[in-house]
């Protein structure tokens, strides 16, 4: 009896650490994916305000242009917020 | 050579003269095309598309460039287009390419009318700008062009201050030191001009304007320097970022 507590005990905790060891590796991951994600969204929102501000568009227009683009590059759906910069 | 002809001769010659100090040359813009690629993100797709459409209502603005005597303006003229005013982002364009630009060769006194929140006289002189003559000519229409280059003192969102290169083409047959955006200074006139991802060329010349051109010179807003009006402008950085954008 002593036995099957004791095995039972082992297996579950192994079970338990082994899930927590699992789940915390897949949120480390997710966060990394993320923060890769987020510092190459900064770098392409970098280089593109650029090209606005190459072709002579106004502060204002080359930050709006920005902020819709990094949005886009995250993720969102941005289609219908582009004209808000150029009208 | 009898009187009569000498007569004749310097009569054609000075109109002539008289007719190159005073005109209007009318420029215009084409804009670099963005390619788009299929590997390129949604939202860079995205962003060259409206970028390549808004380009199409730039190239088709049309801008004076008025002389007489000594002093010039340049400026967009706001009452020509192609029918592209009722375009999206028309508007916009408009207010980017709304400043005035005037230059007085006798006084070397150069200034940038430009409205953002306020109006300001951006001034400086023609003596700031330095150019390097290459041998590289080209037929601009008629014309024998050679290509200069220089560099400027640039501010920009995300680079802040940085030099810019300046590409021009003058054509010594035009004796005029002029060309847009208050870029001259070369023993000809500036046929064409590249800065960033804009090509301002040459529409038309007209060395004997009908209509009197008057140059008046721009006096309303703030004067102020060039690096004083940079110092006004933000910087985003990558550490400043968020509070720019996404934030």
Same mark, same amino acid.
């Given at each position: ?46 280089? /593109? ?7 002579? $568009? ?16 995250? *993720? ?12 | ?40 993100? /949604? ?69 940038? /009318? ?55 083409? $003058? ?13 001259? *200074?070369?023993? *000809? ?6 800065? *960033? ?51």
């Amino acid at each position: 009896m002593k036995k099957i507590v004791l095995v039972t005990f082992l297996f579950s905790f192994g079970l338990t650490f082994g899930m927590i060891n699992l789940d915390n590796s897949i949120v480390k991951e997710n966060q990394t994916a993320k923060e890769v994600t987020a510092n190459d969204c900064v770098d392409a929102t970098f280089e /593109q305000m650029e090209v606005a501000d190459d072709q002579g $568009f106004s502060e204002a227009q080359v930050t709006c242009l920005g902020n819709v683009f990094y949005a886009g590059c995250m *993720g969102w759906n941005v289609d219908d917020l582009w004209d808000s910069c150029v009208n | 050579m009898r009187p009569i002809y000498l007569f004749i001769f310097c009569f054609f010659y000075f109109s002539a003269i008289d007719a190159q100090n005073k005109g209007n040359i009318v420029y215009r813009i084409v804009t670099d095309e963005l390619k788009s690629q299929e590997n390129h993100s /949604q939202a860079k797709q995205s962003f060259y598309k409206l970028m390549n459409s808004m380009s199409l209502i730039r190239d088709s603005l049309y801008f004076n460039l008025d002389f007489k005597d000594s002093e010039s303006l340049f400026y967009l003229d706001k009452g020509k287009n192609v029918g592209m005013s009722n375009e999206r982002g028309y508007n916009s364009i408009i207010k980017s390419f709304s400043s005035v630009f005037y230059r007085n060769n006798d006084t070397k006194e150069l200034i940038e /009318q430009v409205s953002t929140d306020r109006i300001y006289l951006i001034t400086s002189s023609t003596k700031d700008l330095k150019w390097e003559i290459t041998n590289e000519e080209k037929k601009i229409n008629q014309y024998l062009c050679y290509k200069a280059v220089t560099t400027i003192k640039a501010r920009s969102l995300t680079k802040g201050d940085h030099f810019k290169k300046i590409q021009a083409w $003058f054509c010594p047959e035009i004796p005029l030191n002029l060309g847009p955006n208050n870029f001259g *200074g070369l023993p *000809g006139l500036i046929f064409e001009l590249k800065i *960033g991802m804009l090509t301002y060329y040459i529409e038309s010349l007209n060395f004997n304007p009908k209509a009197g051109t008057e140059i008046v010179k721009p006096t309303k807003g703030k004067e102020i320097t060039r690096d004083e009006y940079f110092s006004l402008k933000p910087v985003i950085t990558k550490e400043n970022f968020k509070e720019y954008i996404g934030g």
